[in-house]
């Protein structure tokens, strides 16, 4: 992270003067790169190494890693066993568990490729593109708000989102994917799908405010959340910290980033209907008869509180003397002077304004994109310290010296700009695009990339722990038509992703953080895996794909932290079991799960989610409305699924949260659990079950159950991935 990246926090965290100078010298013997840097300049394809125990090799992937594994005089860890080698690529390649109808498909299959048929069964699965584009969609900082105050909705934002899933599914080669994003509306005009695509240019988060507004500053801010969500998504680099300055460490200097920010002059945004004239003219009567009808309750409430609101006002002027020129009184305070009439009157009023308020008319259909002006973009200036107004010399778009051998310009005019822009970056010879999505599909299999810090291969990043394995990847990317399925197959199938995660010793104790990846890594279920997990289990996930985002019901604590409008829970319940990639994600307030267990920030670009533990963790998952009401409905399933009899349950209860059955003991024990639970439910209030049961169930004995399937949910066999 550059200095210019902490100035830019220092907005948030109030850092004073003094503190920068500490950050400088920290930072000032750090050192900085050249465009001879091995990462920025174009990969070439090494030969792959010739190793000793050719034997353990499946793919060319592991002869890199066995090479330096065998340098070191390390051995790789055994297979995993069939169960969790099926577990762990279910959930790598669509985000689920597997079925016990899948686990017992994949045990009896003995073929010599049943593994490899499965990898591509779960390529072609639907549920594939889900998992995948919520990597992505972590990158580009998606949501359906705009952040800040007033964290407006956007309505149409989903549409990038679907599309995202789609591409992902469809095995967009990698190259077009950059490039519809990028200049979609320039490359296809005559096809709104490629628009949709444009929406990256509109997902930053957008400071809103009342008042005079600074038109030229509001401007700046947009170009520069346009381009500074390119070099971490596409390059991996922080070409944010080039704003204000020259970069400390790498060698891009604030020429180079006004260059770039040139190629986005003339781009604004764009909203493209999809209905009709009529549609539109039609909806803007509903729109406006909706409003007249909220504005009309809330005038009758403004009416009935206003003479109270006037006598306590009066009141507490007078107790606090005249020097007092304004007071306040709370909604609170004006309920509880109201006769009861009054205050029946107004709770009504209050409660057609809600009812009033779940009416308001959908917005019509309508694609988020950009566009080009059609006129000469404006000027481009080099700005003193980033500041909108203090401008310096003028600049073109330009390619960074360091990324391309020259101050090479690329379409002065005024079209096709972002065009020339898409072609650079998607060139094969690229220094870094290839290189820098190999490594995100690496990541997310193995849990940590060959560059560790996967949105910055700068000076301040982490070097590549296998370089020559870094290049081959790249190049073969590029070899194989861009095509990210065709990575998995490399990666999955390798004898180095079917390790197990238990180490040996030596392993241990020569390679404790799994640099060499002498063996797999365990890793924590995340957020978004572990709230569709336990739906996937308990039976109430809802498949349906694609459309606006689900609105899921949040308590009235969290709701309360809305600062402007109101959160109105998407009226049919079905929906709210959907997928987490299609719920409804506010900048501002995201259900407490999702925060809980690490969901990232949303205004900032996000290649590698942190992973903490605590106690909110745990509080999370015993006492969560959500883990107590699929708990009762996994109850419900399981009851449904076997003849009754608890030795049956227990192991379908096990076979379908962890993939496997019961062991003895653990069915001893969780016999007797069922047992001590129901008398203790016998002796306090009988349960009421939030779900349907079968017909005859006893109450007391479902609770038992759901509460032995509320801990299965909290195993840690359950929440992690080995």
Not at 87 to 108: N, Q, S, Y
Not at 300 to 328: F, N, Y
Not at 488 to 512: C, F, G, I, K, M
Not at 529 to 554: H, I, W
Request: hydrophobic share 40%.
């Amino acid at each position: 992270m550059g200095i210019g990246t902490l100035q830019k926090a220092n907005s948030f965290s109030h850092l004073n003067r003094r503190n920068w100078c500490v950050f400088a010298l920290m930072f000032a013997a750090a050192p900085v790169l050249g465009a001879d840097h091995p990462l920025f300049t174009p990969p070439v394809s090494p030969v792959v190494p010739d190793v000793r125990d050719a034997d353990w090799v499946r793919t060319p992937v592991d002869a890199f890693i066995l090479a330096r594994l065998e340098r070191e005089k390390l051995t790789p860890t055994a297979p995993a066993d069939r169960i969790t080698l099926l577990r762990r690529v279910t959930f790598d390649l669509t985000g689920l568990p597997p079925t016990p109808e899948h686990v017992d498909a994949f045990l009896d299959d003995r073929e010599p490729d049943a593994y490899e048929r499965l990898v591509e069964r779960l390529l072609a699965s639907p549920r594939y593109g889900e998992q995948w584009a919520q990597h992505w969609l972590d990158v580009v900082r998606y949501a359906d708000s705009d952040g800040f105050e007033y964290d407006a909705a956007r309505p149409h934002a989903w549409r990038y989102r679907d599309w995202v899933i789609r591409t992902f599914n469809e095995d967009m080669p990698y190259d077009r994917f950059i490039r519809e994003q990028i200049a979609g509306d320039e490359l296809s005009p005559d096809d709104p799908y490629a628009a949709v695509a444009t929406g990256l240019h509109r997902l930053g988060p957008l400071r809103l405010s009342a008042g005079n507004q600074d038109e030229e500053k509001n401007r700046q801010e947009v170009l520069t959340e346009m381009l500074d969500i390119l070099g971490p998504a596409f390059l991996g680099v922080t070409l944010g910290c080039v704003r204000c300055h020259d970069h400390k460490f790498d060698p891009f200097s604030q020429v180079d980033y006004y260059q770039l920010q040139a190629f986005f002059a003339g781009t604004v945004a764009k909203d493209i209907p999809l209905a009709t004239e009529a549609e539109q003219a039609a909806h803007e009567k509903k729109v406006t008869a909706w409003k007249e009808r909220v504005a009309d309750l809330q005038a009758k409430i403004a009416t009935l509180e206003k003479p109270v609101r006037t006598r306590l006002v009066a009141a507490k002027k007078a107790e606090l003397g005249d020097t007092v020129q304004k007071v306040t009184v709370s909604e609170d305070e004006v309920a509880a002077a109201m006769s009861p009439t009054e205050r029946n009157q107004c709770a009504e009023l209050r409660a057609a304004v809600t009812a009033a308020q779940r009416d308001e008319p959908a917005p019509l259909p309508a694609i988020t994109a950009v566009a080009e002006t059609g006129t000469e973009p404006p000027a481009t200036h080099v700005l003193n310290r980033g500041e909108p107004g203090k401008r310096l010399q003028q600049v073109h778009p330009a390619f960074p010296i360091a990324l391309s051998g020259s101050r090479t310009s690329a379409q002065p005019g005024a079209t096709g700009r972002r065009s020339a822009l898409a072609a650079w970056i998607t060139s094969k010879d690229h220094p870094l695009t290839a290189r820098v999505m190999v490594n995100r599909i690496w990541q997310h299999h193995f849990g940590r990339g060959i560059v560790a810090t996967t949105n910055d291969f700068g000076a301040m990043g982490t070097p590549p722990t296998h370089p020559a394995l870094l290049d081959w990847l790249a190049t073969e990317f590029v070899a194989r038509g861009w095509s990210i399925k065709a990575m998995h197959r490399l990666v999955v199938n390798s004898a180095t992703y079917r390790q197990a995660s238990r180490a040996e010793p030596r392993s241990l104790e020569h390679d404790p953080d799994n640099q060499l990846w002498s063996r797999m890594a365990r890793r924590r279920l995340r957020a978004e895996e572990l709230r569709d997990s336990v739906l996937a289990v308990a039976g109430t996930l809802n498949p349906k794909q694609g459309g606006p985002g689900v609105k899921v019901p949040l308590s009235e604590e969290v709701g309360a932290l809305i600062y402007k409008g109101v959160w109105l829970p998407t009226r049919d319940p079905a929906e709210h079991t959907r997928r987490t990639v299609y719920l409804f994600l506010k900048r501002n307030v995201r259900p407490p799960l999702l925060e809980c267990f690490d969901a990232p920030s949303t205004m900032v670009s996000c290649g590698t989610r942190n992973v903490s533990t605590h106690t909110g963790q745990s509080l999370a998952m015993m006492n969560s409305a959500l883990l107590g009401e699929q708990s009762w409905a996994l109850a419900a399933r399981v009851m449904r699924e076997t003849d009754g009899t608890p030795s049956a349950m227990i192991d379908r209860a096990y076979r379908l949260t962890l993939a496997r059955p019961a062991r003895d003991d653990e069915r001893d024990v969780a016999g007797t659990f069922l047992r001590r639970q129901s008398e203790l439910l016998e002796q306090g209030v009988p349960p009421r079950s939030p779900t349907v049961l079968p017909d005859g169930v006893d109450a007391i004995r479902a609770a038992a159950l759901a509460d032995l399937c509320l801990v299965l949910f909290n195993l840690h066999e359950f929440v992690y991935v080995n």
